[in-house]
């Protein structure tokens, strides 16, 4: 459900539009599975939204499968796909201090395209890797209702919260952690600078929305797709409510991923 945070963003820009929402809740979280099936996961379920919708343009709002999943998405697909990268060079510019924390799934922590984009765009930065999947599960369980306990968040954090100098600029590497931001802003020391990559996806998306040759119109109200209908996710129809959707649907794959 992170990518609600990038939804947000992009519906705060672009109200107007048909919005479809899908979530996999059958193999969450992405972080801890091998690539190719993130690969021929992430191919299916765009498949299956493309039979039941036409498609002007899709955001793979989840920093693992974007960093993984785009070129065979982009090679399949003749709309555009949008990922989601950590925001290390907004962050490189923004520093007081020269240290900047990425706080992201283990996953992109580790990921090769993670560093490469700290070597070009932060060579100059101390740049502190903080992975966490314990996040993650905290921001799902928020979106729930449920409180995030700010002791277990010092304890996730504490490698930078001991520190003489600590991160004065946060980047955001996962879409879920936007949704925890209060809660990480009163943990973190005074005045840190958190970043994230919603803003400037959801103005990549107007610019390429303003110059598609053929989009797609709709009249349709915006719909959710789940992979799983489960107790759990009955629970989120609330939230998804909230965020402007009208219904919640299973989304039956075309393909097996498995």
């Not at 706080?103 to 101390?126: G, K, M, N, P, W």
Request: hydrophobic share 45%.
């Amino acid at each position: 459900m992170g990518g609600l945070s990038v939804y947000d963003e992009v519906r705060n820009l672009l109200p107007d539009l048909h919005y479809i929402y899908a979530f996999d809740n059958e193999a969450f979280p992405y972080g801890e599975k091998p690539e190719q099936f993130i690969i021929e996961r992430v191919l299916s379920i765009v498949e299956a939204v493309e039979k039941q919708h036409p498609l002007s343009l899709v955001i793979i709002a989840c920093n693992t499968a974007s960093t993984i999943s785009l070129p065979a998405l982009r090679a399949r697909f003749d709309f555009p796909v949008v990922g989601v990268v950590p925001a290390v060079k907004p962050a490189a510019k923004l520093t007081r201090n020269g240290v900047v924390g990425l706080l992201a799934t283990r996953a992109t922590v580790q990921r090769s395209y993670t560093h490469e984009l700290i070597a070009r765009f932060a060579h100059d930065c101390q740049i502190l890797l903080l992975g966490s999947a314990e996040l993650v599960e905290f921001a799902e369980a928020k979106l729930q209702g449920e409180s995030v306990s700010e002791e277990a968040l010092r304890r996730i954090l504490r490698p930078w919260l001991k520190l003489p100098e600590p991160p004065d600029t946060v980047v955001l590497g996962c879409t879920h952690f936007p949704l925890l931001t209060e809660e990480l802003q009163h943990v973190l020391p005074d005045g840190t600078r958190l970043v994230d990559s919603g803003s400037a996806i959801a103005r990549r998306t107007a610019w390429l929305i303003d110059h598609l040759e053929n989009p797609n119109c709709s009249t349709e109200k915006n719909v959710a797709y789940c992979l799983s209908i489960t107790p759990k996710v009955a629970t989120l129809w609330p939230v998804l409510r909230r965020y402007g959707f009208n219904s919640l649907e299973k989304l039956t794959l075309l393909t097996s991923s498995a």
